[in-house]
């Protein structure tokens, strides 16, 4: 076993979680962002 392979496979969760946060993030500011331009 390589310990090299189980880092390089956390790290690629951890930045599939950070760019699923941040498409959530920009989902929700377009939704705001449309919210205040209709009232």
Do not use: A, P, T
């Not at 699923?20 to 331009?37: A, C, G, N």
Request: aromatic residues 12%; hydrophobic residues 50%.
């Amino acid at each position: 076993m390589r310990h090299e392979n189980l880092i390089v496979d956390k790290i690629g969760i951890f930045e599939g979680f950070i760019g699923l946060y941040l498409l959530w993030l920009l989902v929700k500011m377009k939704m705001f962002s449309q919210k205040s331009i209709d009232s």
